[in-house]
C-alpha cells in the first residue's frame, strides 16, 4: 500500500518574535494572520487523521503539544502588549502634565524677567549720566597720570643720564695721528694738571666714524672722579701757552637735553647781542630776561667774584 505523503508543515510558517523579548514587537496584524494558519493547521489535522495509520497518533499529540505552546505564547504576548500600551498611555498623560505645568512656569518666569528688566532699565537710565560724568573724569584723571608718570621717568633718565656723565669731559681738536689716544690724554692731563692717567682715567674713546677730513674726532674721557674733573677744568686755561695742546678745547660731557637747552642758551644770546652793547643786563632763567643796569647789579656782580 502506498504510503500517502506528510501534509505541509504549517507551524513554521507562523509569525513570532525573538524569545529573549517575549515577542513584544508583534502586532495585530501578525497575531490574527497566526490564528488563521492555527486554524488551517487544526482543519488539516482533522483531515490527516482519515488517511494515516498507527503514526497519526503521534502526531497529532505532537501538534497539539506545539499548538498549545504557540497559544501559550501568544496569550503572553498579548498580555506584554496591553501592558506595554498602558505604560505608553501613562507616560503620554505625564509628559502632558509636565508640558502644561512647565509651559506655566515659562510663562510666569518670562513675565517676572521682563519687570526686573524694566525696573533695571529705570535705575540704569537714572545713574547713567552720573556715571558717564564719573567715567569721563576718570578716564581725563587716568591721562594725566600718564603724563606725569611719563614725565617722571623721563626726567628720572635724564638724571641718571647726567649722573653717569658727570666726571667725563670731552676733548676737542686732538690730533689723530697715533691709533691710541690714551698716550696724547694721558700726556695732556699731565702737563696741564699733573694728574696720573693711569689711576685717574677710567676710560679713553673716540666719538663717531674716522672720515677723510683732516679734522679729528672728539675723545671721551670717563674721568675716577669729579674732584679729578673739576682739577682739571680749574688748570685748562694753561692750554693756551702749551705747544702741543694749544687747540685743543675742554667741554663737560652734556646730556641731548642738556646740549638743546645750552643752543637754546646761545640763540637767544646772539639775538640779544645788540641790547647788550647797549649796557644792559642780561639774566637766564628757562629764558633771557633784559633789564637796565642798577647799582644793586653792580653790587651782585662784585659780591660773586
Not at 18 to 35: I, V
Request: a positive charge; charged letters at 35%.
Amino acid at each position: 500500500m502506498e504510503r500517502k505523503k506528510k501534509p505541509k508543515d504549517t507551524v513554521s510558517e507562523l509569525k513570532c518574535t525573538d524569545n529573549d523579548n517575549l515577542g513584544l514587537k508583534l502586532c495585530e496584524e501578525c497575531m490574527k494572520c497566526n490564528r488563521e494558519k492555527l486554524q488551517i493547521l487544526v482543519e488539516t489535522e482533522k483531515v490527516a487523521s482519515l488517511d494515516f495509520g498507527p503514526s497519526l497518533e503521534v502526531y497529532k499529540s505532537e501538534m497539539r503539544d506545539i499548538t498549545h505552546s504557540m497559544m501559550s505564547k501568544m496569550e503572553i504576548l498579548e498580555k506584554a502588549i496591553y501592558a506595554q500600551n498602558e505604560e505608553w498611555s501613562d507616560l503620554r498623560k505625564r509628559m502632558e502634565n509636565i508640558s502644561i505645568i512647565s509651559l506655566k512656569q515659562l510663562e510666569d518666569n518670562e513675565k517676572i524677567t521682563k519687570k526686573t528688566v524694566e525696573k533695571s532699565e529705570q535705575v540704569l537710565m537714572k545713574y547713567s549720566e552720573a556715571v558717564k560724568g564719573k567715567v569721563d573724569t576718570l578716564a581725563t584723571d587716568v591721562k594725566k597720570m600718564q603724563k606725569s608718570i611719563l614725565d617722571t621717568t623721563t626726567k628720572i633718565d635724564i638724571n641718571n643720564d647726567r649722573e653717569k656723565r658727570k666726571n667725563n669731559i670731552i676733548l676737542y681738536n686732538l690730533d689723530e695721528k697715533e691709533n691710541n689716544p690714551r698716550v696724547c690724554v694721558g700726556k695732556l692731563l699731565k702737563e696741564i694738571a699733573d694728574i696720573d692717567s693711569e689711576s685717574e682715567v677710567v676710560d679713553i674713546s673716540r666719538l663717531g666714524r674716522k672720515s677723510e677730513e683732516a679734522k679729528p674726532r672728539p675723545v671721551l674721557v670717563q674721568l675716577a672722579s669729579l674732584t679729578t674733573k673739576n682739577l682739571l677744568l680749574a688748570n685748562c686755561f694753561k692750554l693756551r701757552n702749551s705747544t702741543c695742546f694749544s687747540k685743543v678745547i675742554i667741554n663737560h660731557d652734556l646730556s641731548k637735553e642738556d646740549r638743546i637747552s645750552n643752543k637754546k642758551i646761545l640763540e637767544e644770546k646772539k639775538s640779544f647781542a645788540e641790547v647788550n652793547k647797549r649796557g644792559l643786563v642780561l639774566y637766564y632763567k628757562n629764558s633771557i630776561v633784559v633789564s637796565e643796569p642798577s647799582s644793586d647789579d653792580f653790587k651782585i656782580c662784585a659780591s660773586s667774584y
